[in-house]
């Protein structure tokens, strides 16, 4: 089965910045649309970024535009999520998903396949 293996959270000051990578299994990567969400404590998860197959198209939650940015390298079935000028806000589980649809990325309902999720804590 498809599977996302993150790595890079952490604990990181204010103004920091940290990043963040998920690795998808299989030969099909190249064929996912990729997206980064993040959970808060007692919040619902949001949507933080996404990016095309080909890493032509990216969109942003308002929140992180301007101090994230999203990429991917397919040779290497990883996508990334470069996060600078941390702030304390940023606090989540930050988890990436992949999609096959081609319709709303920034909704959960369009991804099929999640990772685990990574813990990134933004101190004051």
């Known amino acids: 089965q498809v599977q996302a293996i993150e790595s890079g959270g952490g604990l990181v000051q204010a103004g920091g910045s940290l990043r963040v990578s998920c690795e998808v299994s299989?030969?099909?990567?190249?064929?996912?649309?990729m997206g980064w969400f993040r959970q808060a404590p007692g919040k619902e998860r949001q949507f933080v970024a996404t990016i095309s197959q080909s890493g032509h198209w990216m969109s942003y939650t308002d929140s992180v535009k301007g101090r994230f940015t999203i990429s991917r390298d397919n040779a290497k079935n990883t996508v990334y999520l470069q996060m600078n000028n941390l702030k304390p806000e940023d606090t989540a589980v930050y988890y990436c998903a992949a999609r096959t649809r081609a319709i709303r990325p920034m909704e959960e309902a369009s991804y099929d396949y999640w990772g685990q999720g990574t813990q990134v804590t933004v101190s004051s």
């Open positions: 299989g030969r099909s990567f190249s064929n996912y649309g």
